[in-house]
Nanobody, 127 residues
Framework: VQLQASGGGLVQAGGSLRLSCAASGGTFSRYGMAWFRQAPGKEREFVAAINWNGGGYTYYADSVKGRFTISRDNSKDTVYLQMNSLKPEDTAVYYC????????????????????WGQGTLVTVSS
């Protein structure tokens, strides 16, 4: 499956952005999806994940809980990341990822759990 992320940009602290990740080449509704991010000079970290059947099965990093929301529209083969109350420390390249396996509480945060990765989209939050 191919993943195409978009929606990044420059925003002031406290603002909002919505990232999108469009999938092609597979049965999107059967993939678990996630967002990771990588800030300059730092390792890639987990942000949020959602299983194939949507809202009842989502996971968030503590640093974004209550501010970010992951969702999916299986009719559009797209996963979204709504980011509110953005902070300068949210500045990073954001990547979407997909897995054909059920995302579990034991591995949702782990990069190796995901088989497919999109190119990143840069989010810059100014103070």
């Amino acid at each position: 499956v191919q993943l195409q992320a978009s929606g990044g940009g420059l925003v002031q602290a406290g603002g909002s952005l919505r990232l999108s990740c469009a999938a092609s080449g597979g049965t999107f509704s059967r993939y678990g999806m996630a967002w990771f991010r990588q800030a300059p000079g730092k390792e890639r970290e987990f942000v949020a994940a959602i299983n194939w059947n949507g809202g009842g099965y989502t996971y968030y990093a503590d640093s974004v809980k209550g501010r970010f929301t992951i969702s999916r529209d299986n009719s559009k083969d797209t996963v979204y990341l709504q980011m509110n109350s953005l902070k300068p420390e949210d500045t990073a390249v954001y990547y979407c990822a997909a897995t054909s396996q059920w995302i579990r509480s034991s591995n949702y945060y782990s990069s190796p759990a995901y088989d497919y990765w999109g190119q990143g989209t840069l989010v810059t939050v100014s103070s």
